[in-house]
């Protein structure tokens, strides 16, 4: 699997973890330079999740 760019955001609010990833918040703020939608679920994370610094 290959591996997605720090600066690829994600507009994910189902997910469990969307508050902690850096992902969610660079497509909020706009940030991001293309913004997708991982696999999270209200129970888990996806596997692509960065955490805020």
């Known amino acids: 699997m290959a591996k997605v760019p720090e600066d690829v955001g994600c507009n994910n609010q189902e997910c469990k973890e969307k508050d902690n ?5 660079i497509a909020k703020t706009g940030k991001a330079r293309e913004v997708k939608t991982f696999g999270g679920t209200p129970e888990k994370g996806c596997g692509k999740f960065i955490p805020k610094s």
């Open 21 to 25: 990833c850096k992902r969610n918040e």
